[in-house]
């Protein structure tokens, strides 16, 4: 395949070029989703797009299924099959300034769009490993579920008077089980069913619902 070369940055308004060891104080936030969901991690300098492309699917907990690509100074770097610049470049290699902004997009057909900011320029500590994730909150959506304006029509659908309904009959259920003892409702074949179709949607909502972050488990995946 034909790949565009990158377009390398002008010496002349650039600064130069940090350390090839510093390493990068990054944000990343999903755009188009409530709430919002951001994680802020470190990451080698040295690190080539490619390489910051499966640091931001493991921070934001995303599946790597799917094709993506960044946006830097106009020009689009990225998965091969989309005919954009090779992402096989160092971040060094862009001398990014604190406050820099680029765009990373996941997902050509649901189309996850993220901003990556850069926020600082570090000395590595020693003993300490990279990439790692610092802080951040809120999980990512589920794949393939429709992009953001799908996204927010399911977390809807996941705490609408539907979704009541099915947690008033579980409840209801429950408590003539429990409560009252009335444990011969197990044997009635249409309570059984009914049963089983509010179980499976429940179980269906919870990717919808808020969920609690855990930096801890990114940190193991890296």
Same mark, same amino acid.
């Given at each position: 395949?034909? =790949?565009?070369?990158?377009?390398?940055?002008?010496?002349?308004?650039?600064? *130069?070029?940090?350390?090839?060891?510093?390493?990068?104080?990054?944000?990343?936030?999903?755009?188009?989703?409530?709430?919002?969901?951001?994680?802020?991690?470190?990451?080698?300098?040295?690190?080539?797009?490619?390489?910051?492309?499966? =640091?931001?699917?493991?921070?934001?907990?995303?599946?790597?299924?799917?094709?993506?690509?960044?946006?830097?100074?106009?020009?689009?770097? /990225?998965?091969?099959?989309?005919?954009?610049?090779?992402?096989?470049?160092?971040? @060094?290699?862009?001398?990014?300034?604190?406050?820099?902004?680029?765009?990373?997009?996941?997902?050509?057909?649901?189309?996850?769009?993220?901003?990556?900011?850069?926020?600082?320029?570090?000395?590595?500590? *020693? /003993?300490?490993?990279?990439?790692?994730?610092?802080?951040?909150?809120?999980?990512?959506? *589920?794949?393939?579920? /429709?992009?953001?304006?799908?996204?927010?029509?399911?977390?809807? @659908?996941?705490?609408?008077?539907?979704?009541?309904?099915?947690?008033?009959?579980?409840?209801?259920?429950?408590?003539?089980?429990?409560?009252?003892? @009335?444990? /011969?409702?197990?044997?009635?074949?249409?309570?059984?069913?009914?049963?089983?179709?509010?179980?499976?949607?429940?179980?269906?909502?919870?990717?919808?619902? *808020?969920?609690?972050?855990?930096?801890?488990? =990114? @940190?193991?995946?890296?």
């Amino acid at each position: 395949m034909d =790949v565009t070369m990158p377009r390398w940055p002008s010496a002349k308004s650039t600064p *130069p070029e940090p350390p090839s060891g510093s390493i990068l104080q990054v944000k990343v936030r999903l755009l188009e989703v409530r709430p919002m969901v951001w994680r802020r991690i470190l990451v080698p300098a040295s690190y080539t797009l490619e390489e910051l492309h499966g =640091v931001l699917q493991v921070a934001m907990g995303w599946e790597g299924i799917h094709l993506y690509r960044f946006r830097i100074r106009a020009v689009h770097y /990225g998965s091969f099959d989309l005919c954009v610049s090779s992402p096989r470049v160092p971040l @060094n290699a862009f001398r990014f300034r604190k406050g820099t902004k680029i765009t990373y997009d996941y997902d050509m057909a649901a189309f996850w769009r993220h901003e990556v900011r850069i926020e600082d320029r570090l000395d590595p500590e *020693p /003993g300490r490993s990279y990439p790692v994730c610092i802080a951040g909150d809120n999980t990512c959506p *589920p794949e393939d579920c /429709g992009g953001p304006e799908g996204y927010a029509d399911r977390r809807h @659908n996941a705490v609408g008077f539907d979704a009541m309904d099915d947690v008033a009959t579980l409840a209801g259920l429950i408590e003539a089980i429990v409560v009252e003892k @009335n444990i /011969g409702l197990l044997d009635d074949p249409d309570t059984r069913w009914n049963l089983e179709e509010v179980a499976d949607r429940i179980r269906a909502s919870e990717p919808f619902l *808020p969920n609690a972050f855990s930096r801890r488990a =990114v @940190n193991r995946r890296f």
